[in-house]
């Protein structure tokens, strides 16, 4: 069984930093690309960044672009997001999402539960 | 970058009814468009991509269809657990982007 699990979420002020972690079981975590995806209170879906298999290609919505970076362990199954320079408008649920199939940038089969990140002083 | 546009954002529906939601794309992205079902507090769930493939254990009430800038997903008779919000979201060229959502209440 696939499971995405997402954890390192939490308050911190801004200015602060973040780093959110994705722990990939039940399929082959190298063979895929992964991307980060988020949800603010009440609002819609965004898009944040995904890296390929090997983490030789990263591409980031522009909102994120030199503030976070997304990267990846295969040797650890995991995943990870580090957040810097963080704002009031980063608050959300950061889901951590698998491609549909190996091969495949896209679109997003597995989801994991997400994880709150809460930028507030 | 390519911006999703969704219509209606929220209607009100009965169950039995069949309903459909747009999504514009301002520039052509072929096929290269999912669509995605949200319950309160869940996560998404990939219900079409491709714009009319409907992914594995999806029920065939659900349809997609169109491609290079207008799409619509179709409920053919809405259920109870299809009370909800629906994405689209192209995949054709970065950034991607999501639509705004559409959220089907009951009526």
């Not at chain 1, 995806?37 to 090997?54: C, F, H, S, T, Y």
């Not at chain 1, 990846?72 to 999402?97: F, G, H, I, P, W």
């Not at chain 2, 349809?63 to 290079?68: A, C, K, M, V, Y």
């Amino acid at each position: 069984e696939v499971q995405l699990v997402e954890s390192g979420g939490g308050l911190v002020q801004p200015g602060g930093s973040l780093r959110l972690s994705c722990a990939a079981s039940g399929f082959t975590f190298s063979s895929y690309w992964m991307s980060w995806v988020r949800q603010a209170p009440g609002k819609g879906l965004e898009w944040v960044a995904n890296i390929k298999q090997d983490g030789s290609e990263k591409y980031y919505v522009d909102s994120v672009k030199g503030r976070f970076t997304i990267s990846r362990d295969n040797a650890k199954n995991s995943l990870y997001l580090q957040m810097n320079s963080l704002r009031a408008e980063d608050t959300a649920v950061y889901y951590c999402a698998r491609a549909i199939y190996s091969g495949y940038e896209h679109p997003e089969l597995y989801w994991g539960q997400g994880t709150l990140v809460t930028v507030s002083s | 970058a390519i911006r999703m546009t969704q219509s209606p954002s929220s209607f009100s529906a009965s169950t039995g009814d069949r309903v459909t939601i747009t999504c514009r794309a301002s520039q052509g992205i072929s096929s290269y468009l999912a669509w995605y079902q949200q319950k309160p507090g869940k996560a998404p769930k990939l219900l079409i991509y491709a714009a009319s493939t409907l992914q594995s254990g999806v029920p065939s009430r659900f349809s997609g269809s169109g491609s290079g800038t207008d799409f619509t997903l179709t409920i053919s008779c809405l259920q109870s657990e299809d009370f909800a919000t629906y994405y689209c979201q192209q995949y054709y060229s970065y950034p991607l982007f999501f639509g705004g959502g559409t959220k089907v209440e009951i009526k």
